[in-house]
C-alpha cells in the first residue's frame, strides 16, 4: 500500500520555465510534507518543507503547495534551471511518528 | 554537512555471506535510520534507532537486523545476503524535533552476486 504517490517518473522542461512536480497521499495522519532532490551518487538532500497548518510555503525558486482535501502537494520551480535536473522526492510523516514515507520519485530533466 | 559518514561506500559480496554496513555521525543525534533506494521503488525505510540500544522496524526489515550500542554509530546488518538485497543503502539522521527534515549520508552501493 503506497501511501506517498508521485505518479510521473519524469518530467522535461527547458530552462527558464516553472517546473511543477506533484505528489499525492493517501494517509490521513500525514501532516508534515517534504521535498528531497537527488544527484546520482550522492544522498538525498533536503530541499523545502510544509506543515499542514500552511497551504503555502517558499524558499528562492522553490514554491510548495499543500491541497489537504485533495491530499495532494506540488512543487514549484521557477525558473528552472539546467542545474536542477535531479530525481525529486517527496515525503511525509504524521502524528507522533518519525519515520518519514517517500514516493518513488520524479526525475526532472532541465533542458538548455 | 550533517556530519554522517557511511562505510564502505561500495560492497561487492557472494549470496549468502554475511554483510555489515556501518553508520557514523559527528553530533550525538538521537534518531538515525536505515533506507535503501531501488529503481520504481523510491526510498524505503529498512529499521530505525531512536537511542542507544532502542531500534524498530521499517517497512522491508525482513533480512536485515541493526544495532546500536553507542549514539553515533548504527549498524546494518544482512545476516546472510540475497541477490534482492542489491541496492544503494542510506543512513539519515534527524536533528531537530518531530517536525523536522532528515539529513542523509552518501549512500552505499552494495552488490550481491
Known amino acids: 500500500d503506497q501511501q506517498v504517490k508521485q505518479n510521473s517518473p519524469s518530467l522535461s522542461v527547458q530552462e527558464g520555465r516553472i517546473s511543477i512536480l506533484n505528489c499525492d497521499y493517501t494517509n490521513s495522519m500525514f501532516d508534515y510534507f517534504l521535498w528531497y532532490k537527488k544527484y546520482p551518487a550522492e544522498g538525498p538532500t533536503f530541499l523545502i518543507s510544509i506543515s499542514s497548518i500552511k497551504d503555502k510555503n517558499e524558499d528562492g525558486r522553490f514554491t510548495v503547495f499543500l491541497n489537504k482535501s485533495a491530499k495532494h502537494l506540488s512543487l514549484h520551480i521557477v525558473p528552472s534551471q539546467p542545474g536542477d535536473s535531479a530525481v525529486y522526492f517527496c515525503a511525509a510523516s504524521g502524528g507522533s511518528n518519525y519515520k518519514l514515507t517517500f514516493g518513488k520519485g520524479t526525475l526532472l530533466t532541465v533542458n538548455p | 554537512d550533517a556530519g554522517i559518514t557511511q562505510s564502505p561506500r561500495h560492497k561487492v559480496t557472494e549470496t549468502g555471506t554475511p554483510v555489515t554496513l556501518r553508520c557514523h555521525q559527528t553530533?550525538?543525534?538521537?534518531?538515525m535510520y536505515w533506507y535503501r533506494q531501488d529503481p520504481g521503488h523510491g526510498l524505503r525505510l529498512i529499521h530505525y534507532s531512536y537511542g542507544v540500544k532502542d531500534t524498530d522496524k521499517g517497512e522491508v526489515s525482513d533480512g536485515y537486523s541493526v544495532s546500536r550500542s553507542k549514539t553515533e554509530d548504527f549498524l546494518l546488518t544482512l545476516e546472510s545476503a540475497t541477490s534482492s538485497q542489491t541496492s544503494v543503502y542510506f543512513c539519515?539522521?534527524?536533528?531537530?524535533?518531530?517536525?523536522?527534515?532528515?539529513?542523509f549520508g552518501n549512500g552505499t552501493r552494495l552488490t550481491v552476486t
Open positions: 539519515a539522521i534527524r536533528t531537530q524535533g518531530i517536525n523536522s527534515p532528515l539529513h
Open positions: 553530533e550525538n543525534h538521537r534518531y
